[in-house]
């Protein structure tokens, strides 16, 4: 049985739409669970009698926004207890084109824990992100205006051959991908630190401890409308979750040494400074910032809203 998790966040009609699709593709055993990650009651509500008393999915209400990682893990827990052998974790904003769970459970073995399928974004464009596993130049260069001579030089990312499967380590989109159960069991589930962002470069780090690869299969195709969940709550927000956990994944999981760490926490200082000089509604997030970074350095570890 494959273990469907779809965490909402006041996404109603781009989650019935995900679930419809689900149901009119998938041709393999599948139980759906529907975590609502703190949406409004009146959502929760609607939520819980649309699908109350259904034999495939089962709505999960967490009473606030746990984010992302902790969210995700109530459902990857309950699926598991009830004996998923599978999980697929599949964003609210999803939609399945074709039996995408079918075509991925192939490329699963035993050294494969981990497949993404070809995700085209609204505009028709492939948006499917290849991350290579997770190292200090990737990380350093991985926000603008660094960012360019990253993409220039593909540093972290696997390039994509045109419609031919790929095995590689490191990971795959965070918006849609099947995993192994039994291996993300053994790598702790998603690191519920982090509220937003980083997932999969946590993820990256722990399946190549395990020898574990991912595989990138684009006959398997699903369309992401992205941003739905976060655009509500502004740039300012969602970047200071990037930069946040980005410095905790750092600090977390890769053993830099001392000025290492220290140039990367200046880089990523001097990014969002640039940031809210351009627009001041991120000076408040700048500050906040400095001092998340000075709780990671001393192991307070946890990134809240």
Known sequence: MVGIIIVNYNTYHELLQCVDSIKETCKTKYRIYIVDNGSDKKIQDRLLCQWKQ???IEVLVSDENLGYSAGNNIGIKKAVKDGARYIAIVNSDIVFQNDVI???????????AVVGPRVYNLAGEDGQQLI???NYFYALLDRVP???LKKFFSI???KPEQN???KYYGMVSGCCFLIDAEAFKRIGYFDENVFLYSEERILSIKLRQIHRKVCYNPRAVVVHREGQSTKKKGNAFADYHRYASDYYTVRRYCKYNNWEIWLFRKVRELNFYLKSVKNTS???????LKSKFDEIDHRRYKIIR
């Open 54 to 56: 259904r034999e495939e």
């Open 102 to 112: 079918s075509i991925m459970l192939k490329n699963i073995n035993k050294e494969v």
């Open 132 to 134: 290579a596993t997770y």
């Open 146 to 148: 660094f960012y360019y």
């Open 156 to 158: 972290g990312m696997v």
């Open 164 to 166: 031919r499967i790929q």
């Open 282 to 288: 991120y000076l408040p997030y700048y500050k906040k």
